[in-house]
């Protein structure tokens, strides 16, 4: 028995080298990438439930791994904020959606254009600051904007996390509550963050299935929404039941593998115009 506890713990620490060596390659890989023009910004239409248009798009990063193929965030994201790359690629993201703004502007296009921010990116002290510069350097209006954080994000270092928000709100940036419902955010705190959007979490649009109608928690997040004068967005909506049953509820703008999965600009731009007829 001793004997098999020694091979035990051998081959448990051997997996944590073999991980720790495997997220070290990520993050060398990573930063190359990030000179090397492999990431992706791929766009999710979001729906206005009333009236079918589409207002704007999530930006959901990828990265053209040179073997690897495509890759999703999953698979980089993590190692990004542990090893402190974050930062950097928000930046990226940032950069990447306000070129992409610019272009659609040019255009005559109104999309707005959502992004992932971390916790991370608020511990940076300039962070307000370097989106501000990037909005000016592409002329892009801030309300086509919007930064999408965690619930658990807004409970980790409140006030200055608040005081950058409510630059970001002043400006014109639109903020949305990411995964609603997950986290452990109290009512009396919600009440008080400077925000314009809730998202329901994909978890609780599941419920909303063709065998079991349960919608408790989505109607409470609506109502909330309401009572606080937030837009309130479902993401993971898949089917046209769920759809139908959200813009009931008095849901304003749905996200999901029903209207489209993630798209290249181009796969888009080609949605968007059928969508449109
Ligand atoms: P998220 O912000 O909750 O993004 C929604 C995720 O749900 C996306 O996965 C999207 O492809 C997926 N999804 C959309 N519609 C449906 C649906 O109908 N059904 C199901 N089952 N899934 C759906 P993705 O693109 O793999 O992104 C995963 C997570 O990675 C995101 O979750 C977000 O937390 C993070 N992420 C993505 N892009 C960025 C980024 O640019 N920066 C940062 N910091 N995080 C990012
Ligand atoms: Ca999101
Ligand atoms: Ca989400
Ligand atoms: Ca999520």
Request: aromatic residues 10%.
């Amino acid at each position: 028995a001793k004997s098999l506890g020694r091979n035990t713990y051998a081959f448990y620490t051997q997996s944590i080298t073999r991980q720790s060596q495997h997220k070290q390659r990520i993050y060398g890989e990573l930063k190359d990438a990030l000179e090397q023009d492999q990431l992706r910004l791929y766009y999710q239409p979001q729906v206005e439930l009333a009236t079918g248009r589409v207002t704007s798009v999530e930006a959901l990063i990828r990265w053209q791994h040179p073997q690897q193929g495509l890759l999703t965030p999953n698979h980089f994201i993590p190692v990004a904020e542990e090893r402190g790359l974050i930062h950097k690629v928000t930046l990226w993201v940032i950069e990447a959606a306000c070129r992409q703004l610019a272009d659609w502007q040019s255009q005559g296009m109104e999309v707005d254009i959502a992004v992932n921010v971390s916790p991370r990116d608020f511990a940076i002290d300039d962070f307000y600051d370097q989106v501000e510069q990037l909005l000016k350097q592409y002329q892009v209006e801030p309300k086509r904007m919007h930064l999408e954080l965690t619930e658990n994000t807004l409970l980790n270092q409140p006030r200055q996390i608040i005081e950058t928000l409510e630059r970001f709100r002043a400006l014109g940036v639109q903020l949305a509550i990411d995964d609603f419902g997950t986290g452990y955010a109290s009512l009396a705190y919600l009440r008080s963050l400077p925000v314009d959007k809730l998202k329901i979490d994909r978890s609780f649009v599941n419920d909303i299935s063709a065998a079991a109608h349960d919608t408790t928690i989505v109607r409470a997040v609506i109502g909330l929404s309401k009572a606080f004068s937030l837009t309130v967005v479902a993401e993971g909506v898949e089917t046209e039941i769920q759809q139908d049953m959200l813009r009931e509820l008095g849901c304003d703008v749905g996200q999901g593998y029903f209207y489209n999965k993630p798209l290249s600009e181009s796969d888009f731009r080609e949605w968007l115009t059928q969508w449109q007829q």
